[in-house]
């Protein structure tokens, strides 16, 4: 299984971004799928997870109404839309998926990583 994010950049306080995470595996189905992100000097965070099957979504308090989380069942692909971009959204953002039944938020909790998309947001 392997997981390729795309989609950062450079953009400005206020703009928006997509980001996309394809998946692979013919019999790939994750519980599980989620955006964390990794700020220079920082520890890696959880932003938002989705439920493979339900949809159901999950976010971190900062990026709550800013940020939607999205899964394509055809394209085995989950997105993340960012708008309102804000400096302190700058990172390294990670997709990652979960095979067993789990909270979601701890990166303990998932099986598989991409490699990681850059956002950088200017002020």
């Known amino acids: 299984v392997q997981l390729q994010a795309s989609g950062g950049g450079l953009v400005q306080a206020g703009g928006s971004l997509r980001l996309s995470c394809a998946t692979s595996?013919?019999?790939?189905?994750?519980?599980?799928m989620a955006w964390f992100r990794q700020a220079t000097g920082k520890e890696r965070q959880f932003v938002a997870a989705?439920?493979?099957?339900?949809?159901?979504?999950l976010y971190t308090d900062s990026v709550e109404g800013r940020f939607t989380i999205s899964r394509d069942h055809a394209k085995k692909t989950v997105y993340l839309q960012m708008i309102s971009l804000k400096p302190e959204d700058t990172a390294v953002y990670y997709c990652?998926?979960?095979?067993?039944?789990?909270?979601?938020?701890?990166?303990?909790?998932?099986?598989?990583w991409g490699q990681g998309t850059l956002v950088t947001v200017s002020s």
């Open positions: 989705i439920r493979w099957n339900t949809g159901r979504t």
């Open positions: 595996g013919r019999t790939f189905r994750p519980y599980l």
């Open positions: 990652a998926a979960a095979v067993s039944i789990v909270v979601g938020t701890s990166l303990s909790e998932y099986d598989y």
